[in-house]
């Protein structure tokens, strides 16, 4: 028997909307839900997780989830909560994309099982492609009124926008396309719930309405909220950009210290939305945060169990190790375990000078490290004078004035650390 997946989402704050009859339809059996997921990169990135954790929640709950990538729709751009169109893919670049997010979500949900309710990954090209225009409008457009397409908030709020080049037809009708996927995973999957965030219910209910109209069928709609910080910033953005699920695109370290950094309100809310844990140990760790808030035991819980899930534990690992390197607990032989890319994060933006890899091999004198040769401080005399306060660390570890850097204190063959006192850091990098 299938376990209460609507009183999971509730507890967790991850409603906005549901369908009258939701709940008694998905206790009632197994049944089939989808989300749809855009492929217009070769990596999802944090703001996918709430609707991917939708169909974990659905697939643990014992129904059958079904991922659609929308390699049709990708093709053509979706108004809803946008301001301008998006750039229009093609099938080569749509298919690289399937592909590599297939591989991310495989992390949560079950493709392989043998189980009844094993996930299954759809692509709304694969119909859509065979479909004519004029089949398209015989078929499926004449169901649906233009005046209940107008009525969409999503397509009100871009007709009344100030922008200046409308809305165009292409997008107008998005919505008759997801309906139709919808419609489509209806007759043919027994497919009864779509879900998505809350820009998107317009979208669904045209969906359900033509499941009713051609399918003479009941679908169902849920919606999640779109995810907001206490401080009004954008969740899941940074100067840098989105944060990506790909490690090539966002480091585990900087993902890491993404939710790190969460404050206490939103760490509240967030553990609920994006770890797995029971309500009794969400529940003590918000008691035990209360108590003690500079031990930041929420913020920590929920970098930990996101990122294991999202990259593995020994990238877990490896964030952690990287994280105290910037605080004075960790070693040179910790810094030596660094990648190039990790170690960049980490000391992004501090300030970096070149040296010769024939300086290194003849051995770099101290004074020539930190002013001759990097002009890192003033002058000779304030490098002698740093060594001789006992200020100045090389690879985390202090040196004196006799110190020779030789090519076994490289980093990844490339680097070495400087630094004078405890926060003030500078990078050789040797070319």
């Known amino acids: 028997m299938a376990s209460n997946f609507v009183a ?26 989808y989300v749809g997921i855009d492929p217009t990169a070769d990596s999802l990135h944090i703001g996918h997780l709430v609707s991917v954790m939708m169909l974990r929640h659905f697939q643990l709950a014992g129904h059958k ?35 590599a997010i297939k591989d991310q979500l495989s992390r949560f949900l079950d493709f392989k099982s043998d189980e009844e309710n094993a996930a299954v990954l759809v692509n709304n090209y694969d119909w859509m492609k065979e479909f004519s225009f004029l089949e398209f409008i015989r078929d499926v457009g004449k169901h649906i009124t233009v005046n209940y397409m107008m009525a969409k908030d999503s397509v009100k709020k871009r007709l009344t926008s100030e922008a200046k ?33 809350s820009d998107q219910w317009g979208n669904i209910t045209t969906g359900t309405e033509m499941i009713r109209r051609i399918g003479g069928g ?49 760490a509240e809310k967030f553990i609920k939305i994006f770890t797995f844990l029971t309500k009794e140990e969400i529940d003590a760790l918000i008691a ?42 960790s070693t040179s032989d910790d810094l030596k375990t660094l990648d190039e890319k990790t170690f960049l994060d980490i000391f992004e933006g501090v300030p970096q000078a070149e040296v010769t890899k024939t300086d290194i091999e003849e051995g770099l004198d101290m004074i020539g490290a930190l002013a001759a040769k990097t002009q890192f ?47 003030n850091y500078f990078v050789l990098v040797v070319n």
């Not at 989402?9 to 089939?32: F, Y």
């Not at 809305?167 to 007759?187: I, N, R, W």
């Not at 490690?247 to 993404?258: G, I």
């Open 377 to 423: 401080l003033d002058s000779n005399g304030a490098a002698r004078r740093e060594l001789k306060q006992n200020s100045i660390s090389v690879n985390k570890e202090k040196v004196k004035e006799d110190y020779v850097i030789t090519s076994k204190d490289l980093i990844n063959n490339k680097f070495v650390l400087l630094q004078r006192g405890k926060k």
């Open 65 to 99: 989830p079904y991922a659609l990538i929308g390699g049709a729709t990708g093709m053509i751009g979706d108004p809803s909560g946008k301001s301008a169109e998006r750039n229009l893919l093609d099938e080569k670049t749509l298919r690289h994309n399937q592909n």
């Open 218 to 266: 009941k679908g169902y709609a849920l919606t999640c909220p779109l995810i907001t910080k206490a401080d009004g910033t954008k969740f899941g953005k940074t100067e840098g950009g989105n944060i990506w699920l790909d490690a090539e695109r966002t480091s585990p370290y900087k993902f890491y210290q993404y939710w790190l950094n969460t404050s206490d309100e939103d």
């Open 288 to 329: 035990e945060h209360k108590e003690a808030p500079h031990m930041r035991a929420l913020q920590k819980k929920l970098a930990e169990e996101i990122t294991i899930s999202v990259h593995s534990k020994q990238d877990l690992d490896n964030a952690i190790k990287a994280s105290n390197i910037l605080f004075g607990k």
């Open 8 to 33: 999971e989402l509730k507890w967790r704050g991850m409603i906005h909307d549901v369908m009258p009859e939701t709940e008694e339809h998905l206790l009632e059996q197994m049944r089939a839900a």
């Open 165 to 197: 080049e409308g809305m165009s037809f292409t997008e107008f009708t998005y919505q008759l396309v997801q309906g139709y996927d919808f419609f489509h995973l209806f007759k043919e999957h027994n497919c009864t719930l779509q879900m998505g965030g």
